[in-house]
C-alpha cells in the first residue's frame, strides 16, 4: 500500500501533498528544475504544501508539444483554476492524481468516411466518421460529436426553423435539437441523452426514461418540449429501473444508498437512513457538496474512530480539478422498510 512521506511537527503528523503524475505519452519530466525521469509509468513525488510547484514535461515523440505548468498550492491543496494541460483529481490524505495532456501537433484532417445523410428542407447533413469518432457534418465541416455506433438518425421538422435528430446508439437514445433557419450554418441547440426516448410527432414533446445508476435503481421519466432554442422540461416522475427498489442489505450498501440517495436529492429516503442520532449530527453538519460517489482507493491515514466504513464524494472545481471528499460511518442492524441496517454515526474527512 502506498504510503505518503511524512515529517513530524511538534508531536504531530504532518502529511505532505504526494502527487501521482502520469500521461498517455512518454517523455521526460521536470519539477520545480529538476529531472525527476522518463514518465512511461506513474510516478510519485512529495511536494511543499504551500506556494508553487512547476511542471516541465517533453514529448519523447513529435506528436505533442512541450508542456510547462505552474500548480498554486495552500494548505496541501491545489487552487483552481489548473492550466489547461493538467488534469487533477484530489483524494483524501492530500494524495493527487496528476494527469498531463500536452498539446497535439497539428495534422491533416482525419479522412471522412462517409455512413449516411439527411436532407432537412434546404439543408444537408452527412453522418460521418472523422478518424475514431462519429459526427454529424455539412459538406465542409463537422457539427457536433456523436456517440460512436449511432444508427436509425432520422428528424422531425419543427417550425421556425427547428429541427429534432433522433438516433439510438449502445447507451441508449439522443435527440439534438439543431437550428437550420440558416441553412449555410445549421447549429446545435440542446441535446438529451437517455436509456430510451418516445417522440410525439405533433409537437415534438420527448418521453425520457434515463437511469441514475445506483445501487438501489433510481430511474426517472422527464417529458420534455422543445420551445425556442431549448428542450424545456415539463414535468419529471420517479420510476425504478428493475420495477423495483433494491433495498441494501448491508451496512456498505446502506451508506452508498444513502449517499447516493442525497445526490439525487430524494431526502425523504436519504432520511430513513438514518438514526435517530445521526439525523441530529447531520443536521449540524451535512455532507459537502458533491457530484458522484466513488470508492476509495486506498485505506485512510487516520480514520475516524469506530467508522469502519468509507466512501469517497467527489466535487469538481472546473473541466479538470476534482475534490474527493471521504465520508465514513457506523452502521447498525436495524430492520427497517427501506432495508436491514441504519447508519448511526457519520463524519465527513
Not at 33 to 54: A, S
Not at 110 to 127: I, M, N, V, Y
Not at 174 to 193: G, K, M
Request: glycine residues 6%; contains cysteine.
Amino acid at each position: 500500500m502506498f504510503c505518503p512521506y511524512r515529517q513530524p511537527k511538534k508531536g504531530e503528523m504532518r502529511v505532505f501533498p504526494v502527487l501521482i503524475i502520469q500521461c498517455a505519452q512518454a517523455g521526460l519530466l521536470y519539477v520545480n528544475g529538476q529531472f525527476c525521469g522518463e514518465l512511461t509509468e506513474p510516478l510519485m513525488l512529495p511536494v511543499r504544501p504551500e506556494g508553487r510547484v512547476y511542471l516541465e514535461f517533453r514529448p519523447l515523440t513529435g506528436e505533442a508539444f512541450p508542456l510547462a505548468a505552474a500548480l498554486e498550492f495552500s494548505q496541501g491543496k491545489l487552487l483552481p483554476p489548473l492550466p489547461a494541460s493538467v488534469y487533477a483529481l484530489q483524494w483524501p490524505d492530500r494524495v493527487i492524481d496528476l494527469e498531463l495532456r500536452p498539446v497535439p501537433m497539428p495534422v491533416a484532417d482525419a479522412p471522412r468516411e462517409p455512413l449516411s445523410s439527411l436532407t432537412l428542407g434546404k439543408t444537408r447533413l452527412f453522418h460521418q466518421r472523422l478518424g475514431n469518432e462519429e459526427a454529424i457534418c455539412t459538406r465542409s465541416k463537422p457539427l457536433f460529436a456523436i456517440p460512436n455506433g449511432t444508427r436509425n438518425l432520422h428528424a422531425l421538422p419543427l417550425p421556425e426553423g427547428i429541427t429534432l435528430l433522433l438516433g439510438e446508439h449502445s447507451g441508449g437514445a439522443s435527440v439534438w435539437l439543431l437550428d437550420i433557419a440558416d441553412p449555410e450554418q445549421p447549429a446545435l441547440a440542446d441535446h438529451i441523452h437517455a436509456q430510451q426516448l418516445a417522440l410525439e410527432e405533433k409537437d415534438g414533446t420527448l418521453r425520457a426514461l434515463s437511469y441514475a445508476n445506483d445501487a438501489v435503481g433510481h430511474a426517472f421519466l422527464t417529458v420534455y418540449r422543445p420551445q425556442g432554442s431549448r428542450l424545456a422540461t415539463q414535468s419529471r416522475e420517479h420510476a425504478w429501473t428493475p420495477g423495483a427498489p433494491h433495498w441494501p442489505q448491508s451496512g456498505p450498501e446502506t451508506l452508498r444508498a444513502y449517499v447516493e440517495a442525497q445526490r439525487l436529492g430524494a431526502e425523504k429516503e436519504a432520511t430513513a437512513y438514518l438514526s435517530s442520532a445521526a439525523r441530529d449530527l447531520l443536521a449540524t453538519a451535512p455532507l459537502p457538496t458533491f457530484h458522484t460517489v466513488l470508492e476509495l482507493p486506498r485505506p485512510l491515514l487516520t480514520p475516524p474512530p469506530d467508522h469502519p466504513l468509507s466512501l469517497g464524494l467527489l466535487e469538481t472545481q472546473g473541466i479538470n480539478l476534482g475534490t474527493v471528499h471521504a465520508v465514513s460511518a457506523r452502521a447498525v442492524s436495524s430492520e427497517h422498510a427501506q432495508g436491514r441496517f441504519l447508519l448511526e454515526s457519520i463524519s465527513v474527512n
